[in-house]
């Protein structure tokens, strides 16, 4: 079950940057900077109110965040909605007819386990599942 909003992604040339800018429109400052090597992606996390927002640059050429700002200027990424149950989200939606990009959940940034629904059925909107990891499923392939 989709419990809440958990952050907006939104994509950036380079995080030193951009970061001063951010933080002085939500009045917040970073709090965490990582990078996601599977996903080839550098991220920082800003709390505005419950939600949060997730800066993301690409660390190589080929990551799905280097292939999204060469069509665009940078901005509005994804969605990432917060669940109770990641792995039965995923099967509710795969029979409900959505196409998923990540059958099984991956881990992601901030102590997430992550997957995403493919844009094409989702009206245009990239959308990202996530659960907080528990102590078992921590896999290390984030710095």
Known sequence: MIKKIEHLGIAVKSIAESLPMFEALFSSSCYKEEIVESEGVRTAFIQVGESKIELLEATNENSPIAKFLSKSRGGFHHVAFEVDDLDAELDRLAGEGFQLIHTTPKNGAD????????PRSTAGLLVELC???SDESAISDVK
């Open 111 to 118: 102590n997430k386990r992550i997957a995403f629904l493919h």
């Open 131 to 133: 659960q907080e990891k």
